[in-house]
C-alpha cells in the first residue's frame, strides 16, 4: 500500500476543477507544509545522516524509544487483533455472493484467508527490556568512532536471521501485505490519532483502520497475490487437481 496520504492528495487533484477558492488555497498550504518539511536544515544534515544510521542498524533499540514516547500499549493491539478477525469474518462470509466463484475456488480462497498471520504495533523484543538487552549484548560501540562502529555494526548483522523481522518500523503511518508469508502488518505509528484511538467510535475505527485492513487482506488475492506464498501454490495445485478429476468423471 502507498503513503495514506496519496489517496488523499490524488483526490483532491482529481476534484480540483470543481473545488472552490478555499480549497484551492488549503491544498497550496497542504503542499507548501510538505516542502518545507523535506527540505529542513537540508536534506544533507549531519543529524538527519546519523539519525537514519542509527535508527537503520539499531532498528530495536531505536522502536524502544518510540514506543515509550508513544505510550503505545499492549491492549491497542488487542483491540485491533479483534478487529482483524472481524474483517476476516466479514471477508470469507462475503464470498457466498460473488456468485462467479464456484465452491472449490470459495473453499479455497477461505483456507488462505484463514491463514493470513498478522503483526500488529511492534515485536514483542521492543517493549522487553531483558531480550533487548541480549539482543546488543555483544555489540560494543564508541561515541567517537563511526568508522570503527560500523564495522562492528556490519559484523554483529552478518548472517544475522530473524525470523520475525518486521517489514517496517513502528512509527512508519502504513500498512502491508507480505506476500511471500501471506501476512499483514499495521504499525504502531498507523493507529494513532486521527486514525485511531480505543476512545473513537468503534465506527470510526471500522471506517479507517477496518478498511485498511481488509485491503491488505485482498492483497493476498490480487495479480500478485494469487501467485506468491506456499499456500498458493497449493492452492493452484488443488484447484488443477480438482478441474482435473471433475474432467475425468464427466
Not at 517496517?168 to 499495521?186: Q, R
Not at 484511538?197 to 468503534?202: A, E, I, L, Q, V
Not at 485498511?212 to 499456500?231: A, N, P, Q
Request: charged share 20%; proline share 3%.
Amino acid at each position: 500500500m502507498t503513503g495514506i496520504s496519496s489517496p488523499i492528495v490524488f483526490s483532491t487533484e482529481h476534484e480540483s476543477a470543481n473545488t472552490d477558492d478555499a480549497t484551492d488555497k488549503a491544498k497550496q498550504y497542504y503542499k507548501s507544509c510538505i516542502n518545507q518539511g523535506s527540505n529542513l536544515l537540508g536534506s544533507d544534515a549531519k543529524w538527519r545522516f546519523c539519525l537514519n544510521e542509527t535508527v537503520t542498524y539499531l532498528r530495536y533499540a531505536t522502536w524502544a524509544l518510540f514506543i515509550q514516547e508513544a505510550s503505545f500499549t499492549p491492549e491497542i493491539i488487542q483491540v485491533v487483533q479483534n478487529m482483524i478477525e472481524d474483517v476476516r469474518t466479514a471477508f470469507i462470509d462475503n464470498l457466498e455472493n460473488l456468485s462467479w466463484l464456484d465452491a472449490d475456488t470459495r473453499y479455497l480462497i477461505q483456507l488462505k484467508t484463514n491463514a493470513i498471520k498478522s503483526r500488529v504495533g511492534y515485536p514483542e523484543i521492543v517493549t522487553n527490556k531483558t531480550l533487548l538487552n541480549n539482543e546488543y549484548e555483544a555489540l560494543q560501540l564508541s561515541e567517537l568512532d563511526y568508522l570503527g562502529n560500523f564495522g562492528k555494526i556490519l559484523h554483529f548483522h552478518k548472517n544475522y536471521v530473524n525470523e520475525t523481522k518486521w517489514y517496517s518500523t513502528p512509527s512508519t503511518v502504513n500498512s502491508w501485505h507480505t506476500y511471500e508469508m501471506n501476512e499483514i502488518e499495521i504499525p504502531a505509528g498507523t493507529l494513532r490519532k486521527p486514525f485511531f484511538h480505543p476512545s473513537f467510535p468503534k465506527y470510526v475505527n471500522y471506517g479507517i483502520i477496518g478498511f485498511l485492513i481488509g485491503h491488505e487482506i485482498s492483497h493476498g488475492f490480487d495479480t500478485k497475490g494469487k501467485k506468491d506464498s506456499v499456500i498458493t501454490f497449493v492452492m493452484i495445485f488443488c484447484c488443477k487437481y480438482v478441474r482435473i478429476v471433475n474432467f475425468r468423471q464427466n
